[in-house]
């Protein structure tokens, strides 16, 4: 997770198993990881998926993650720059 001090709640920066996001069938089988990380459909599935397992574990308020990044590469403090979105 990550968050900004200027920001309320956090966002997850999540690196997906390729193979479950295609075994899903979210997108299509010949897409680079990249791509998925940008498809909006895989984005929305992933968040609402880690929204569920919060609130499963007794999360509410800020303890819920505002938003999720899809990340194709491990994610690092080293390589925040990599990330635009951040």
């Known amino acids: ?31 680079q990881l990249s791509d998925l990380a940008e498809d909006k459909k ?10 569920g397992a919060g609130k499963t574990a007794g ?7 505002a938003g999720v990044i899809i990340a194709h590469e491990p994610w690092t403090p080293e390589n925040v720059p990599s990330f635009p979105y951040i």
């Open 1 to 31: 997770m990550f968050g900004f001090p200027n920001k309320v709640k956090p966002i997850a920066i999540v690196v997906v198993d390729e193979n479950a996001i295609r075994h899903a069938k979210l997108s299509g089988e010949h897409a």
């Open 59 to 65: 999360l509410n308020g800020i303890e819920l993650v």
């Open 42 to 51: 895989v984005v929305d599935a992933v968040f609402k998926d880690m929204l």
